[in-house]
């Protein structure tokens, strides 16, 4: 494991939250529901202690100015694509920064993280991704910085919710999985299965590269939490975050009670409890 991953995950539990707060590089509206001021997210997500934060390169730094030596790690997002519109946008497509790595590096970032798209009928952007992560990986490998790879299956949102929504079936993902352990990833960012009992599968697919789960649209809080246990209990070695937790009423709670049952193995209804509890 590289050296940067001893700052992302626990050194008791071995496992890490990683609060994604970099929804408003996809050009969405509805993304930054709950992030408009950023500086006062990132400081409240600072002080509720997460294991790290998924940020932007323009929104990195506020996180990295805050001084100590106890603030969360930071995750670089290095891709930006237009899968999420409603309508969609034509043509569609993937671009990744240039010189993520380079800026990665600079903010001292424990992890980058770039997209593995897998869309219905658009091979050209799962091709667009695979060139992306060829091209990062090579860069990174040479200074030393892990790659998350983050593989999403996806399917036309029949609902009308815009885009495309996420696809749950366990093969898709197992496959698409696979393939981001086959391109080298040092990390792998996927979806829960539909049927949480497959996701042991998920995790073997990956072999002994570290599966962190997605967490998706907003669920209730229990809903959140038994999720969470389900697929921790099959080998997952944590959860990256978002919506769920900046959206959240309270965001420093519901961030106390996921650390408890990602660190501690607390009970969904003990981990419950502390939602109020950090009010």
């Given amino acids: 494991m590289k050296p940067r991953l001893n700052r992302l995950f626990n050194p008791h539990s071995g496992r890490a939250l990683d609060v994604a707060v970099d929804h408003g590089a996809f050009h969405e509206h509805a993304f930054i529901a709950g992030i408009e001021d950023m500086p006062a997210t990132v400081a409240t997500l600072v002080e509720a202690g997460p294991d790290a934060i998924q940020?932007?390169?323009?929104?990195?730094?506020?996180?990295q100015s805050i001084p100590g030596k106890q603030k969360p790690g930071l995750v670089l997002r290095t891709?930006?694509?237009?899968?999420?519109?409603?309508?969609l946008e034509s043509p569609l497509h993937t671009v990744h920064v240039p010189d993520a790595?380079?800026?990665?590096?600079?903010?001292?970032?424990?992890?980058?993280?770039?997209?593995?798209?897998?869309?219905?009928?658009?091979?050209?952007?799962?091709?667009?991704?695979?060139?992306?992560?060829l091209a990062l990986r090579s860069e990174a490998e040479r200074w030393g910085i892990p790659m998350m790879i983050e593989p999403l299956v996806?399917?036309?949102?029949?609902?009308?919710?815009?885009?495309?929504?996420?696809?749950?079936?366990?093969?898709?993902?197992?496959?698409?999985?696979?393939?981001?352990?086959?391109?080298?990833?040092?990390?792998?960012?996927?979806?829960?299965t539909d049927n949480l009992a497959d996701y042991h599968l998920v995790v073997q697919a990956a072999a002994d590269t570290p599966v962190l789960v997605r967490g998706g649209g907003r669920v209730d809080d229990r809903t959140l939490l038994e999720r969470t246990k389900a697929v921790l209990d099959q080998g997952a070695r944590g959860i990256v975050y978002g919506r769920n937790v900046i959206q959240h009423s309270n965001p420093a709670g519901i961030t106390a009670a996921l650390m408890a049952v990602v660190h501690e193995n607390a009970s969904v209804d003990d981990a419950l409890a502390l939602i109020e509890g950090a009010r």
């Fill in 55 to 63: 940020l932007t390169l323009g929104q990195a730094p506020l996180l």
């Fill in 79 to 87: 891709d930006i694509a237009n899968v999420y519109g409603n309508p």
């Fill in 101 to 133: 790595i380079e800026v990665a590096v600079k903010l001292d970032a424990v992890a980058v993280c770039v997209n593995l798209l897998d869309l219905p009928g658009h091979p050209e952007v799962r091709e667009q991704c695979i060139r992306s992560i």
């Fill in 154 to 192: 996806m399917q036309t949102n029949s609902a009308g919710g815009g885009g495309y929504a996420v696809d749950g079936d366990t093969k898709k993902i197992v496959t698409l999985v696979r393939q981001a352990r086959e391109l080298g990833a040092d990390l792998i960012k996927a979806d829960p």
